[in-house]
């Protein structure tokens, strides 16, 4: 009875139930396996956009470090500077002849992200440095003064960058240091964090790619600290001016420039209009004879080999 | 029993389906790992290589500020025809004059490898395999208002490859490449290195000394203290253990050793109190020696003091060492005419660190005589002999005098303005105070920090 039982097979229930668990496994295998495979798209895709992003990361990042004053004396980098809009000048990286009036070859350069996840790259070659940024106001510009869309060297762009999706702007794409800032002119370095995701809302997140800048070439202002010190000798009082004080953060070598009877413009980045003592070039000045009991007036202006100045004053009173 | 040894079948085939299942799963995580690990990795090679290569350009800027590379200053290995300076550096260079210490980079330095074929290596390099590690190069950045000022171009007929690997323009200023290579990515840079010249704060006095003697008693205007553009100078006499003076002329200071109130127009002022000494400190002595090396007008003190010439004289910064014999007859002299930085050329400054010159002839100088007398000589460190003249000033250190001479060139009451007659053996000149300078270094120039592209 026993052997029988064993060769009876399955009962039509039997059978039912083991092909529901069957197909149940193997559904749910399937599921898991179409899902693993449309993951795996997904993450070719995404590895590509990455790819794409860090190429243009990398690009960023050595324009930005590169960027340079379109001309010396003008303090500061960026052009403009907000969480998705960043523009400046910059060495054009491919050899070829400067324009004339632009020997360093310098180019503008923009990078913003529009309302449609895309990040353009925009430039243009000025043909003299002392040119000014062309239109940011829209992004892209449609202006004529940048490469226009129909040229072949026109606007890179970047393709699903989500820093701002659907209003989004907890995440900016451009950080500036240092922190506390409140003029683009003081901006010395840039924070990149770039959001990058092909199926936005979905599973992964987005990919984050980070890289931080600092503006190498930007130019800071010197500081000039002046005493001015009335002495005694045979002839009368003289004033002995003492600028030695005077410093440059980036360790610039400075000229100095004394001034009698007035002040320092406001604010003070430029020298007086006139006063220049003749030939008071170094720290050190003497100002000459002056009766007793006058209050004479000096200013120093330091400039600095990228010709940013500051100017200080002071006032004596003779004794 | 039985019923359990019949389900054994579909066991086996779940446990299966889960097995796939978990690896397909495991593999595509694993392919999603592999990837984001490649990426920062890549990411993470590039960054070291761009911190690499800027190390290495800090590290050749700071050895370009210790010595400045010109025509003047280039070291001449035994045998070479050229300026030994070396045409690039990297680890395997420490010890290489103007070359960057390899211990300041060594923390950087990366493991061998073998780089992929077609990787991006050095574009200046003549191996065709990529090495990790730094190298710097030094290269003449053109003549002052050149294009290659403004503008690096890497290769090419117009580019920096090709160009001398020092300062051969004497515009003051290199280009200096840095290339860092690490895990097999590369960073390249460039800046341009400017040579930092400084004003030297020099008191501004015709006469400055222990003391001074004039050997004649008449009314020639022997030292001038009124320059031809109506500046007028102190004289700053530090009389101590006074060795000239007679007391008579005149009485303050008496170390004044005039012979007559006359000897000096118009009627001079003494400084009170006198000007400090040493006028030039260690650190301001160093700048001027270095700017003089610079310029190629370094006299070392192994050259005998006696061989020096009035040519070796010229220059806007002439630095002599001297040593204990260039004193007396051992010392620089002087004779015949030779006009010394006579216009159109600058004022110069001529510093005599230990020793004495002696103008014997009726040389004309025109510029600063700064002797710091580190000999502690105490007589006659400078001497205005026969019809010689200083236009400028001259200014000796410690208990060392000055001796002007007596000639005066002959100009009594002299109201010359343009010098086309002398008015004395010592004449002011406030311009040439105005010009003395000092090496202080080099920095990178404003505006001039790139970084190129993979393949420049």
Redesign the interface.
Known sequence: MMYARDQRGFTLIELLVAMVISMIVMGSAVAILTVILNDNRYDNLRDGAQADAQTMVDRLSRELRSASAPSAGSGGLLAKATSYDISFATVNATPGSAPTGNPANQIWVRYCLDGNDILWRQSTTPSSTTSTVPDTSACPSTSSAWVTAASSACCVELNDVTNEIGGDTTRPLFTFGPSGWSSVSQINSVQLNLYVDKNPGHRPGPRELMSGIYLRNELASPTANLTALPTTNQQGADVQLNGSLSFDPNGQVLSYQWYEGVSCPTPPSSAPSSGAIPGATTQLYDAGEFPARSQPLFALAVTNTGGLTNCNSQQVTIP | M?KLRNEQG?AL??AL?IT??AL??GT?LL??SV?QQR?AG??QS?ETAYSLAEAALNAQVFELSQQWPTSGDAPRPSGSPGYGYPMSCNAASNGTSYCPAANDLSSYTPGSQTCPAGTQGDAWSSSSSVTNGWTTYVRDAGVTGS?SQ??F????TTGEEGALAYDASASGSVWVRAVGIVNCHIAVLVTKV?D??????FP?FVLDANSFSVSDNGQKDIVNVQDTNGNTSQISLRCTGSTYGNGAQPPNPTCAGLQNPSQVQPAP????PPAASPTLNATQLLAVKKLAIQKGTYIPASVACSSITAAQLQGSTVYIEGNASCYGNGGISIPSNPQINAPPLAPGLLVLVNGTISFTGSATFYGVIYAPNTGAYTGDVVTLGGTSTVIGGVNVDGNAALNVGSSGNGAVNCTDTSDSQKCGDLEYN??AF?GLSGF?GA?S?????????NN?
Not at chain 2, 196 to 201: A, E
Not at chain 2, 269 to 272: D, G, Q, R, T, V
């Open positions: 039985t579909s085939m779940m389906m796939i299942v397909g799963i595509a392919a999603t990837a990426a890549n990411q590039s294009s403004s503008l171009t890497s290769t090419g400017s930092q010249i400084v004003s030297l704060n501004k002022s003494y400084a009170s406030a311009a105005s202080d920095a120039a404003p505006n001039m920090f790139r970084q190129l592209p420049q």
